[in-house]
């Protein structure tokens, strides 16, 4: 019967009472608080949207992570595209101030690709082991630790200790 | 393709595409995240941005909101504080679908299962039931008027809440064997006992007012306190 397919999910308030919090930590870690916000919400919507058509309800942490990570790579892509050059940057950090304890840690973050801040973030400022972070880059474990590895000596490089 | 933010990974991970089973040396787990500890950098990006609760609700009502406008919120729910309790109230877009007593999560996981997984939390969609509660409440209201979700119930067991809701009204009561005779079936009071007990929208649907015969009150789904303390707010005469 198809029946049996069927998976049992938990209400989606669940989701949100248990991973909420961090989803949000980690949007605004990686692209700021402003676009953190719109970000945490697409994510929210976005899952809600996709939620009673999953087939698999073993990893609901990992699967908001991978749709959040998106919003990231999107946000990216779209700032890529419509970047202007200008001869000096806006205030570097300016709207980061409130949510972070370091400006110029912080902005240097958000200078990385989008994929090794992504994998740092998740690394450091939420303690997910590597395979989980694998799993929201859609790469291996390998790549993700690559990924982390990359980002570390670049704001090693960028905020002297 | 020209995507920037790949070119990373296109140029390291030539290296060992094939190690997809976690079986990463040890040595190079401690490397990375070493790296990091030793020159401080790990702890400082664990200090990184705190949630701010108060935002974080703000954030996630706002984000509900939108699901809301594109019909992605199947099951609306909140709890409200009356003189019998809290109760949980939950609607989805035809109309209320489940009172619960008590504000256990137990509801939402059966909605969950019996509606849709898209449960959550929007008071919203509940304001006028909340708004005709408390004027129920209040002694102000004798009936409500509140768009139902009949979906669960079916069958005889609808037909016997049916009929209890046109023909027994405020300040009434009716015995299991009274509602029975309604349904054209008097010999089924034992079912229509199971009707009223799994009513899934009480007070709304007032199975509060059907008692024993010869006035006792029976048995409720909130207690039977609270169908007593119901009825005397009704004002109806039992027994007790």
């Given at each position: 019967m198809a029946l049996s397919l069927v998976v049992k999910l938990p209400p989606f308030q669940v989701l949100l009472d248990e991973h909420a919090a961090d989803l949000h930590r980690f949007l605004v870690a990686a692209v700021g608080p402003h676009d953190g916000a719109d970000c945490f919400q697409e994510t929210v919507v976005a899952a809600l949207r996709a939620y009673p058509s999953l087939r698999n309800a073993d990893n609901l942490r990992g699967w908001l992570f991978t749709i959040a990570h998106r919003k990231v790579i999107d946000l990216a892509r779209r700032n890529a595209r419509h970047a202007v050059p200008v001869a000096d940057p806006p205030e570097a950090g300016h709207e980061d101030r409130d949510a972070s304890g370091d400006d110029d840690l912080w902005a240097a973050v958000r200078r990385l690709p989008p994929k090794q801040r992504s994998a740092v973030v998740q690394r450091?400022?939420?303690?997910?082991p590597y395979a989980e972070v694998a799993a929201t880059l859609g790469c291996s474990e390998d790549a993700a630790r690559q990924n982390v590895r990359a980002g570390l000596q670049r704001l090693r490089e960028e905020v002297p200790a | 393709m020209n995507r920037p933010e790949d070119s990373f990974d296109h140029a390291e991970l030539g290296r060992d595409p094939a190690r997809t089973d976690g079986t990463a040396p040890e040595d190079r787990t401690d490397d990375v995240d070493d790296l990091a500890r030793t020159n401080g950098l790990a702890a400082h990006l664990a200090a990184g941005p705190r949630a701010d609760r108060a935002e974080l609700d703000r954030l996630v009502a706002a984000a509900i909101a939108r699901a809301d406008a594109d019909d992605l919120v199947d099951v609306a729910w909140t709890v409200t504080d009356t003189p019998i309790g809290p109760l949980t109230l939950s609607a989805t877009p035809v109309g209320v679908v489940r009172i619960a007593f008590g504000d256990e999560d137990d509801v939402l996981d059966e909605l969950a299962t019996q509606v849709s997984p898209r449960v959550v939390h929007l008071p919203s969609r509940l304001d006028d039931l909340r708004r005709q509660l408390d004027e129920y409440f209040a002694g102000r209201r004798d009936r409500f008027e509140v768009p139902l979700d009949k979906r669960l119930v079916k069958g005889f067991r609808a037909r016997a809440l049916e009929a209890l809701a046109a023909h027994v009204g405020y300040g009434q009561t009716a015995s299991y064997r009274e509602v029975a005779e309604l349904v054209g079936n008097p010999g089924a009071t034992r079912a229509v006992g199971t009707a009223m007990a799994t009513n899934p929208i009480p007070i709304v649907v007032p199975c509060h007012r059907v008692v024993r015969s010869g006035g006792a009150l029976g048995n409720y789904g909130g207690g039977p306190e609270i169908k007593a303390w119901l009825l005397r707010l009704e004002g109806a005469s039992i027994l007790l």
């Open positions: 450091f400022l939420l303690d997910r | -």
